[in-house]
């Protein structure tokens, strides 16, 4: 069976430092990769995807970055975290084919930058 | 691209009550449409989907929706609630002709069950 793993699940971070939240899928080839962030009190809000190895979309114009090394890795960053990039980060996967668009989504990562 | 509307951002619900959360859909030809919970501090889970066939979807922990597609919409109803039900919902929709992968998300649906 498939599963999606992200790390770290709690990071309190200073302004300025950077980023690094991992996210690896298991038991599938080829999947569709997706970081995602709820701000407080808000909805999901898609930052990066990506339907392949170093293929990677952005979908606003933001502070933060998004690799793909492996197939099913999804990677996370940032350079020099700003206060507003709090909230809650969400890695998830869809499948590659015959895509209806179903999500699996990750546990999650809290990020607090202070 | 799709856009989703729900329509409570808040439900506050006695134990043993009836709920159900309201979700409309900008108008396609076809839709795939979802319904996901997410517990505190949790990733989402899907709740149950509608991809084609019957109008009325059942899910897992009691709940079901019904897809109505002259009034775009894809409600979400449970006749009994528990405690445990208390959670945030989201609705979410995709469009298989458009073929971009991504789904379209609702603000998400604030479910308090009170004792």
């Known amino acids: 069976s498939q599963t999606i793993h992200q790390w770290p699940a709690t990071l309190v971070q200073p302004v300025g430092s950077p980023l690094s939240l991992e996210c690896t899928v298991e038991?599938?080839?080829?999947?569709?990769l997706y970081w995602y962030r709820q701000a407080a009190g808000r909805g999901l809000q898609l930052l990066f995807y990506s339907v392949g190895i170093g293929q990677i979309s952005s979908e606003v114009p933001q502070n933060l970055s998004a690799s793909r090394p492996q197939d099913r890795q999804f990677i996370l960053s940032s350079k020099k975290l700003l206060l507003s990039d709090s909230g809650f980060y969400l890695c998830?996967?869809?499948?590659?084919?015959?895509?209806?668009?179903?999500?699996?989504f990750g546990e999650g990562s809290r990020l607090t930058v202070l | 691209a799709q856009s989703v509307t729900q329509l409570d951002s808040q439900v506050p619900v006695f134990e043993e009550a009836p709920v159900e959360l309201r979700c409309n859909y900008s108008s396609s030809v076809s839709v795939y449409l979802f319904w996901y919970v997410q517990y505190p501090n949790q990733g989402l889970q899907l709740l149950l989907k509608?991809?084609?066939?019957?109008?009325l979807v059942k899910g897992i922990n009691g709940f079901e929706a019904e897809f109505n597609k002259s009034q775009t919409s894809f409600h979400l109803r449970k006749p009994s609630v528990h405690i445990s039900d208390t959670a945030e919902y989201f609705c979410a929709v995709s469009d298989p002709i458009s073929n971009d992968y991504k789904l379209s998300f609702g603000a998400g649906t604030t479910v308090t069950v009170r004792a």
């Open positions: 509608y991809l084609s066939g019957s109008t």
């Open positions: 038991g599938t080839s080829n999947p569709n």
């Open positions: 998830a996967w869809s499948v590659g084919l015959a895509n209806t668009g179903e999500l699996f």
